[in-house]
């Protein structure tokens, strides 16, 4: 067990108390906390420019992308499948409008038809690729994943064996299509940049795997 992207003077995480140590970081800091693949990461209290991102896709998702039925939520954590001590809590998710009556502070990630991270400038490669593998464990459908550093966003689907087998990447200004059953393409020209406010040229950029 390890503590990543941040600081702890308290009792030593281990198997068992994960959830009491998490909750006690948040209270203490203010700092999100999440349990990834059985090890605590603390994120950084976000930047404007990543609030930013944030507040610009939420936007486009509630605007005309929702289907009946599904809402868009901030601070709202998935649970790994048997497994209530280990979760995340995304930058926003689609879930369905139940939720919102629901006593449960984890969603069922089979519930969650899009999870969004947007990348902290100080996040290390390391802990993106545990958490995408983390939400291909657990089955997320779709994962979209946005980074302000180098102005690009990836979007993972089709959860199989532990891994995402499509991944669909291109540049802010390029058109994100979004999976089913959300509609319609997000526009990302307007997204903030970590730093260099410039956007990079040039065409689409995609892959399959």
């Known amino acids: 067990m390890s503590v990543s992207s941040g600081t702890w003077n308290g009792p030593p995480p281990r198997p068992g108390n994960l959830r009491q140590i998490a909750e006690k970081i948040e209270e203490a800091t203010g700092l ?13 209290t976000p930047r404007g420019k990543h609030a930013g991102v944030v507040k610009r ?13 599904l809402d868009v939520y901030e601070v709202s954590s998935i649970a790994l499948p048997d497994d209530p001590d280990d979760y995340v809590t ?13 006593d449960d502070w984890l969603a069922a990630p089979e519930d969650a038809a899009l999870a969004v991270e947007v990348i902290s400038s100080s996040e290390k490669s390391r ?14 459908p779709a994962l979209l994943v946005i980074d302000p550093r180098k102005a690009t966003w990836a979007l993972h689907t089709r959860p ?13 200004g390029e058109s994100l299509p979004l999976p089913e059953p959300l509609r319609g393409d997000v526009a990302t020209g307007d997204f903030p940049v970590y730093g260099d406010p410039q956007r ?3 065409g689409f950029t995609g892959n399959s795997q």
């Open 127 to 140: 802990d993106i690729r545990d958490k995408a593998d983390w939400y291909a464990v657990a089955r997320v």
């Open 160 to 172: 199989d064996n532990g891994a995402y087998r499509d991944v669909l990447t291109g540049k802010f």
């Open 57 to 69: 896709l939420r936007r486009q998702l509630e605007g005309a992308s929702l289907p009946d039925g």
């Open 32 to 44: 999100r906390v999440q349990i990834v693949g059985g090890k605590l990461v603390m994120s950084p």
């Open 200 to 202: 990079p040229s040039g």
């Open 90 to 102: 995304p930058d926003l998710v689609v879930l369905p409008l139940e939720w919102e009556e629901d």
